[in-house]
Structure formats: C-alpha cells, structure tokens
C-alpha cells in the first residue's frame, strides 16, 4: 500500500507470506499509519488477489500484534503507545539478560564464520544507515541483524519472540523519528562493535553493548514522545 495509493501485483507464489511481509513493511515504514482501518475486499483489490489468502495475512499479522481485528469492519493498524514501548523493551530486555546469563555460565557455543560474515555485513549496513539517517533502511537492516545475531544462538523460539518485540517497538518509534527534521545520527549505531564482541566471545563486551542499545533507544523515545495525556 504505498504512499500514492497504489498497490504493486503480488507475484502468485506464497500469496499469503508476500501479503504479509509487503503490508508488515508498510506498517514498519509508517506509510500504512497507526489507526488506519480497511477490509479484505480493499486488501484484495489493492494487490489484485483473491481474499483468502489476503484474509490469512491479515490473520497472521492480527496474531504477530501489528493488526486489531474489527468485528463486522475489518481491520485496524494496532496504536502503540508510550506504555506499549516501555513494556515491550521490558519484556525484550528480559530474555536478553537471562540470555547473557546463561551464555557466561556455558559460553557462546557454535560461531559459524559464515553466520559471523552476514551478520557483520547487516552490522555495516545498520550502522551506515543510522549514521546517514536513511530511516526505511535502517529499519530493515537493523531488523535483519538482530534476527540473524539472535538466530546464531540456536533457540527458534526465543528468536521469533525478539523479533516480534522489536518489530512492535519499531513501529511506535517510526512516527516519532520521522516528525524529525533529521535522523542522521539520531538512532544507535553500534551493530559492528557488536558483532566484533560476539565474534571475539567477549561475552562482558557484547552484554554492555546490546544494553548500550537498549538504553540509547528508550532514552531517545522518551526525548521524542509528546507530552501531555
């Protein structure tokens, strides 16, 4: 659903999974906005499919907390709010720790050097687009290095849940960031210094950095939330 009202085809394969990542990517940039509300039928349409498939995305994404289904309406892009954030990298922050917890009691286990290499090229990629302010590819670069550094841990479970949660908070903050004049600078930026540490099995060294972010992210969503009820 881009900015100018038109949809792009949807290619027929994996119907479901390309409607859903197309419309979660709209959510995430900000261009499909919080509270706005449409129907299958327009879904449909849009991408020129039929409504199964559509209906079953906008299921998936109802599921994954990024849609709120209306009852007799459709649906509406969930409203995140600023107690929505704070529990949301409260509940991230969470596992993080007691990842870290369990790392120092038994390492980092297994470190394939062609894991190490892609999340390193996501690292560059992340850092290089925070520090230039290009917001819709730090979004994605940003989302891809966590995924894939999290992944390397080995537990599914623990990964789809961290991504979800950031997802989610990525989506509160992107209306914020983008009411900025300029975001160069502005978002965290220290995806390569991360890697290096896990890389290097500093466990201390990774810890402080995956906090560093934690911190630098709340504190600037609190800096950028507007005030008043």
């Not at 959510?27 to 409504?51: C, D, M, P």
Request: aromatic share 6%.
């Amino acid at each position: 659903m881009a900015a100018d009202g038109g949809g792009s085809p949807v290619r027929r394969s994996s119907l479901r999974q390309q409607i859903a990542d197309a419309l979660r990517d709209e959510v995430l940039t900000g261009r499909l906005q919080a509270g706005r509300h449409f129907t299958v039928k327009e879904i449909a349409e849009l991408y020129g499919v039929s409504a199964t498939p559509v209906r079953e995305a906008l299921v998936d994404l109802a599921a994954q907390g990024l849609l709120e289904v209306e009852q007799h309406r459709g649906f509406q892009v969930r409203r995140f709010t600023a107690d929505d954030y704070r529990t949301l990298t409260e509940a991230r922050l969470f596992i993080v720790e007691a990842a870290f917890r369990q790392m120092a009691e038994a390492g980092m286990g297994e470190l394939p050097a062609d894991a190490i290499a892609s999340v390193r090229r996501r690292a560059e990629a992340a850092a290089r687009a925070a520090r230039s302010g290009v917001l819709d590819i730090l979004i994605g670069c940003d989302l891809r290095f966590w995924r894939e550094l999290t992944a390397i841990g080995g537990n599914p479970h623990i990964c789809e849940f961290l991504d979800r949660m950031r997802i989610q908070t990525w989506i509160y903050a992107v209306p914020l960031l983008r009411a900025l004049d300029d975001t160069a600078g502005v978002c965290w930026a220290g995806h390569v210094e991360l890697i290096d540490a896990v890389a290097a099995r500093d466990t201390a060294a990774a810890r402080r950095l995956t906090l560093d972010h934690s911190d630098h992210t709340r504190a600037l969503m609190e800096k950028l939330a507007p005030s008043g009820p």
